[in-house]
């Protein structure tokens, strides 16, 4: 089942799970994944990349192929792309948040980095374009408000984030800044 012809592109198995495509109409490849973490979700939208889902390693399909774009599995949840947002659901198919997000960075020690909307934005822009960021956790509520112009994922509890004037400064996993701005 696992090397069966409906699927464009199935990923690697994390946790037992693995990403997989149906429909796509381009190679789904290491390139894919390169061009893809510097695009926008519009990426996603202006070529035909198939539904993504999720399977586990029986080869059945425990989240429904419907979705634009999936990242992969990790602590039982995935990051998912679907109309004009990103979002996160569980391996039951239950969402953590609807795609309310311009971007969704990677979880790390807990937490996940997102991108807003801004006020008024139909479209998307480019994702790197910089509205403020915050912090969600893995059930998807905001634990870090958006105050950030640009945010990197948590390491050893500590994660840097920076102003619109580039300046520089830490917080730890509450939101608390650890220094005076830089």
């Given at each position: 089942?696992?090397?069966?012809?409906?699927?464009?592109y199935i990923g690697s198995f994390n946790e037992n799970y693995a990403v997989c495509v149906t429909d796509s109409h381009v190679?789904?490849?290491?390139?894919?994944?390169?061009?893809?973490?510097?695009?926008?979700?519009?990426?996603?939208?202006?070529?035909?990349?198939?539904?993504?889902?999720?399977?586990?390693?029986?080869?059945?399909?425990?989240?429904?192929?419907?979705?634009?774009?999936?990242?992969?599995?990790?602590?039982?949840i995935a990051i998912y792309g679907k109309d004009r947002g990103y979002g996160v659901i569980n391996l039951k198919n239950k969402?953590?948040?609807?795609?309310r997000f311009k971007y969704l960075f990677s979880y790390s020690e807990g937490l996940c980095g997102f991108r807003e909307f801004?006020?008024?934005?139909?479209?998307?822009?480019?994702?790197?374009?910089?509205?403020?960021?915050?912090?969600?956790?893995?059930?998807?509520?905001?634990?870090?408000?958006?105050?950030?112009?640009?945010?990197?994922?948590?390491?050893?509890?500590?994660?840097?984030?920076?102003?619109?004037?580039?300046?520089?400064?830490?917080?730890?996993?509450?939101?608390?800044?650890?220094?005076?701005?830089?």
């Amino acid at each position: 089942l696992l090397n069966d012809s409906k699927f464009s592109y199935i990923g690697s198995f994390n946790e037992n799970y693995a990403v997989c495509v149906t429909d796509s109409h381009v190679p789904i490849d290491e390139k894919f994944f390169r061009e893809a973490k510097k695009e926008t979700f519009l990426f996603f939208k202006r070529r035909n990349y198939g539904k993504w889902g999720i399977m586990n390693n029986l080869g059945e399909i425990v989240v429904p192929i419907r979705f634009d774009y999936m990242r992969p599995v990790k602590n039982g949840i995935a990051i998912y792309g679907k109309d004009r947002g990103y979002g996160v659901i569980n391996l039951k198919n239950k969402f953590r948040t609807p795609p309310r997000f311009k971007y969704l960075f990677s979880y790390s020690e807990g937490l996940c980095g997102f991108r807003e909307f801004e006020d008024g934005e139909l479209f998307y822009g480019n994702s790197y374009s910089y509205s403020n960021c915050g912090f969600i956790d893995e059930e998807g509520h905001i634990v870090i408000p958006a105050l950030y112009h640009r945010v990197t994922k948590f390491e050893k509890g500590v994660a840097a984030v920076y102003s619109k004037d580039n300046r520089s400064n830490h917080i730890n996993n509450q939101g608390d800044l650890l220094h005076e701005w830089e």
